[in-house]
């Protein structure tokens, strides 16, 4: 009685996961084929039904990651992207760290209205900053350099990272801290020794989560850098292959391909430890 | 970090009061170097903003002169203001839902066990982690009405006949949707991650007890599982609704507000105004329109949140 | 390496901001090099062999006057946002070149006057196109300086045109709306007959406003007065409407620049306004395409008028807030002393604003314009760069008649440059020729906020007329 239903379920929830998984890869599946076709293969109208784009209709090419790797400065970009990451990973988590606590633990009712407004904060449209941020970069000297950049992201990661924090710290039991301060440490120890050792998985999700949103990034970069030597991939990448009435399609979709890969698997291979940091995380 | 270190250390057993004082200092100083940049760097500049929506200032000179409220009069008589205002709340709910929705499914489907999940798990994810403005590019050209492989697709399979064709970034209904299908694209794996953070933490004793009460899949789904993923779906929800409200990329990428400005969302119509057409009052006047919708937004998904007990 | 160094000094600076901010007043070190410093903001180029040619070429002027010379690129839609930001910041380039219009930009530049005068005085007179495109009446400021601007002929499908009949191609308005019907009947595989763009980029911007001007009508007259709301606009929707109808599909109201161009080159269309970069990369990549192009100039309008838009052109600014003015004025200079080498580096995509700059060395100046104009026939006559047959560009020779400035009959004011930018006119089109809105109802639209737009700048002391706005 029970095994028809049982294949039923099994059958649809594989295609389910088909379904879902040809979604995501779609677009990439398109980029690989893209980065590989001549271009007289590639700019066939869809109208001629013989011709089928989802093959190569003639022999695959190398000539447009030639043009990706020998042209451009595709490597530059994909260092400035990662360094720029880093260092703003870097900041988010010495601002929103300590202030995560301190929220958590350290400042009562105030803080918690305060966390109230350091979330708002999160809400202020990029669209608004735009303007004033320019003058900001030019008053410190940092207009065309990555550093503007690192300066500039933290304002979207700080706030939803410190709230992210706030909660992942308010699940902790507060013996955690206790029993290290009886035991003579200072409230600075406890934290140190014992508070952050627990909270490697919620420091994961944060680094994940200002990773994700400084590689989506692309209108400050966009205008704040202008030495192409200094761009991020997302800048660079359309700068020197999209020329007004030419687009180089072929090695767009490589670098965009490249780009993501790595990264994706890095993400694959953090992704257990990133739900575990979220679920307490946002929860508590 | 310094901050912490800092801190002269507390005496060993010091009265309640004593460490209290301390300890208040110090979460003071912790709090100071977030609490500075937030100030510097997003509150002040969001001042700044809104002033300059009261002014005629072009091309963010600090040059200008107040004009009033005169940009906000503008802006609202405006029909392409209007229609994007429409499009905003379109975009977030439709997308959000969508996402919400879906995401749900595949996070129950994907914690169930199966052969090739790493697989699958892994492709799933790789829209999050492809710079948008390059995955748009992807998506430009499967949508491109002359090159659109959906389009042959569909004629192959005879879904369009002889002349029939769908000019997918061409037509504002259709280009919506091609603006909401992208970023449900980039958003799914985020939420279902999530989701699947928040399933994952339903104890299985949980799911258990409900089975020994006899209860039904339809009513596990309400009595137990959505309750219990309430917060985490609250969080899911409200960072997805902020970035979506707020975001610009998509529809500056794809249809950049075409055909006949019909698809325009604030932020990108804040951007065509302000920056490109170097009225940034004007453009400062449209972004403010977001703010009240996101304060109202965040203020009940932070209620709702706390009523679960999250806070 | 250079990026490492560049970083590791940026870093020592923010480092240093930081101090400042801490510590209270310090020394701070300026770069002593800044007077011996040019930097500049160009496009990337639509024909990619320019920027090979101009790179080289201003780093080697810089290097003869101990000047460093840092060209950057930035892709043609960004030119804006980067200007947006760099007057927000009050610093950044000292040269930024703006295709279109720069007019927005007024207030925020030098004038540029000497460096005309200079120049009419070497070469004789710029041409009008390029004057009234930087140049503001109303202020008395000549707020850029062109170099050079780009013809937008029409490209044809001489096959498909040839089997309908017209194997010369359209030459009026109206041939497009016969032809469209006749192209669909006899070459079917063509999915849009005519790719007129009416969508949200440059190239649609031009193409409607030579089918408002061809048809009587314009959005300002020759004193800056709106007179968008008139029978003649009207005139020019419903023809819109018509050949959107026949011979256009959705498709162009989502075309980027690149579409047109791609469209034409898979042959899914048979005729585009466009420069001859679509057939240049055609030739690039050796498309059948290419040999079936075809040239047309302007096309007539019922009221004889015969008018097209430049396709884009250079208008090159100093910023005030530049502390290389004199450098940057005399690049400029030495920049249109040098239009021959850009026409060819351009391979003839690049005409230049002053005729008389490409004429034969040692002409005297009364008669440098008549030299330049007479060499540039001779390109476009003998193409160089392997058209078949060579001649395929002679129509080129006679561009600069049936070529004109945005704001045309009047300047290209800063409301001008605003309406372009927000693309006021395309949005006008589209919905008229879609029948999303009466042609009467999207013309009061346009017309309002054209007004709107007029009256500001007006306000701020930028754009003269309004006593005549209709």
Known sequence: MRRPPRIAAAVGHRLLI????????????????????????????????????????????????????????????????????????????????P???????????????????????????????????????????????????????????????????????????????????????????????????????????????????????????????????????????????????????????????????????????????FIAGFTVGAVK | MADTTAVPVAVAAPARGQLRRSERVLGTLMLAPALVYIVLLVALPFLLAVVLSLTNSSAGSLEFSFVGLDNFRSVIGSPVFRRAL???????????????????????????????????????????????????????????????????????????????????????????VAIITVHVWRMLPFSTVILLAGLTSIPAEVHEAADIDGAGPVAKTLHVTIPMMLPILTVALLFGVVFTFTDMSVVYLLTRGGPFNSTHVLASLAFQDGVLGGDVGRGAAIAIFLLPVLLVMAVLTLRVSRRAEVL | METRRQFIVKGGRLVAAAAVTVAGPTIVVRDARAAGQLKILQWSHFVPAYDKWFDPWAKEWGAKRGIDVTVDHVSFADVVPRATAEVAAQSGHDIHMFLGLASAFEEHVIDLGDVVRTLEKKHGPQVELARRSTYNPFTKKQFALSDMWVPDPGNYHKKVWADIGMPNGPSTWEDLVKAAPEIKKKAPQVQIP????????????????????????????????????????????????????????????????????????????????NSISAYRTAQDNKLPIAELTGFVPALKGPTGIQMASEHVMSGYVVWKFSKNQDAAKEFLVALVDASREAMLASKLYNFPSFYGAVADPGTPVARKVESGAAWIAKQCKNDPFGSVPADKLALLADALKWSTNLGYPGYGNPAEGEIFDTYVLTDMFAKAATGAMSPKDALAEANTRARQIFDKWRKKGFVGGGSKDR
């Open chain 3, 194 to 273: 005519i790719g007129i763009g009416l969508s949200q980029d440059i190239d649609s911007n031009m193409a409607v406003r030579n089918i408002l001007w061809c048809h009587g009508g314009s959005i300002q007259d020759k004193d800056g007065n709106v007179v968008l709301n008139s029978p003649e606009t009207l005139r020019a929707l419903e023809y819109a409407k018509r050949l959107y109808a026949v011979g256009m599909t959705p498709a162009v109201l989502s075309w980027n620049a690149a579409s047109n161009n791609q469209a034409f080159n898979a042959q899914e269309t048979a005729y585009i306004l």
């Open chain 1, 99 to 273: 202030a995560g606590y301190s929220l958590a633990r350290l400042t009562g009712r105030w803080g918690e209205r305060l966390s109230i407004g350091v979330f708002l904060t999160y809400l202020v449209p990029s669209t608004l900053l735009f303007i004033p941020f320019s003058r900001l970069v030019a008053i410190i000297g940092l207009q065309n350099s990555i550093w503007s950049l690192v300066l500039i992201y933290p304002t979207f990661t700080v706030p939803f990272c410190t709230w992210l924090l706030m909660g992942f710290f308010k699940s902790l039991p507060r013996e955690v801290e206790e029993s290290a301060m009886v035991d003579g440490c200072s409230r600075a120890g406890a934290i140190w020794r014992m508070v952050l050792p627990l909270s490697i998985p919620g420091i994961l999700t944060v680094v994940i989560f200002a990773l994700t949103l400084v590689i989506q990034e692309f209108v400050y970069s966009l205008t704040f850098i202008s030495s192409v030597q200094r761009m991020t991939v997302s800048v660079g990448v359309p700068v020197a292959l999209v020329r007004g009435d030419v687009y180089y399609w072929g090695s767009l979709m490589a670098a965009c391909l490249i780009t993501s890969v790595p990264i994706a698997i890095v993400y694959n291979f953090f992704l257990d430890r």
């Open chain 1, 18 to 97: 088909l379904a879902y998984t040809a979604f995501a890869v779609f677009p990439f599946y398109w980029m690989a084929i893209t980065a590989f076709k001549q271009n007289s293969d590639l700019y066939v109208g869809a109208t001629n039904v013989e011709h089928n784009p989802f093959v190569f209709n003639q022999a695959p090419t190398l000539d447009h990651l030639r043009t990706l790797f020998g042209q451009t400065l595709y490597p530059t970009w994909l260092f400035n992207t990662l360094l720029i990451g880093v260092l703003v990973v870097a900041i988010t988590l010495l601002l929103a760290v």
């Open chain 2, 86 to 176: 429409r499009n905003t709340f379109v975009f977030t709910f439709v997308s959000q839902a969508s996402v919400i929705v879906l995401g749900n499914f595949l996070a129950r489907a994907l914690m169930r066990k199966f052969r090739g999940k790493a697989v699958a798990r892994f492709l799933i994810l790789m829209p999050w982690a492809a710079p948008i403005s390059l995955a748009t590019l992807g998506w430009l050209w499967i949508f491109d009405s002359t090159f659109s492989v959906i389009n042959w697709l569909l004629k192959v399979v005879g879904w369009l006949g002889p002349g029939q064709w769908y000019y997918w970034l061409g037509d504002p209904t259709l280009g919506m």
